[in-house]
């Protein structure tokens, strides 16, 4: 497997909701190689919001909150809200939008699930105003 570019396999699991077609221990197994293995060097700004979005839905806050904050060059926000990728590229809108969702997802969940999956419960966390994102939509 090449492990670089996009870990976009995770978004199967973390933004998309979940089928029951993806079982959690996949899930949970390919989250596990791409913080172990991946090139973080070759991803982009929208990525780090899917490695969140996998981890809330999988219910490991630490580690959501861990991809949002992971020092890499094109995972850092500027004065203004944006995602720099490269020279040329100052705004990368899928990272200010997935960082968004994501944010949602950690917060506020998702329909039928636990409140705040994506944020440490010593947080003591609380949203207001934010709908859940949809929950399961197939067979567990």
């Known amino acids: 497997m090449d492990r ?17 077609t993806i079982p959690p221990a996949a899930a949970e197994q390919a989250l ?3 913080l172990a ?3 973080w060097d070759s991803t982009w700004g929208w990525d780090y919001p899917g490695l969140a979005m996998t981890a809330a839905r999988l219910r490991r806050p630490e580690t959501a909150v861990d991809a949002l904050l992971r020092e890499t060059i094109k995972n850092r926000c500027d004065g203004a809200g944006h995602f720099p990728q490269r020279p040329g590229l100052p705004v990368y809108l899928p990272a200010n939008g997935g960082t968004l969702t994501a944010l949602a997802l950690m917060a506020a969940g998702w329909d039928g699930g636990p409140a705040a999956p994506g944020l440490p419960a010593a947080w003591g966390a609380r949203s207001e105003g934010i709908l859940p994102l949809p929950g399961q ?4």
């Open 4 to 20: 670089s570019d996009h870990p976009s396999h995770l978004l199967a699991y973390g933004m998309v909701p979940p089928t029951g």
């Open 32 to 34: 596990a190689d791409v």
């Open 37 to 39: 293995h991946w090139d």
């Open 137 to 140: 939509l197939g067979p567990e």
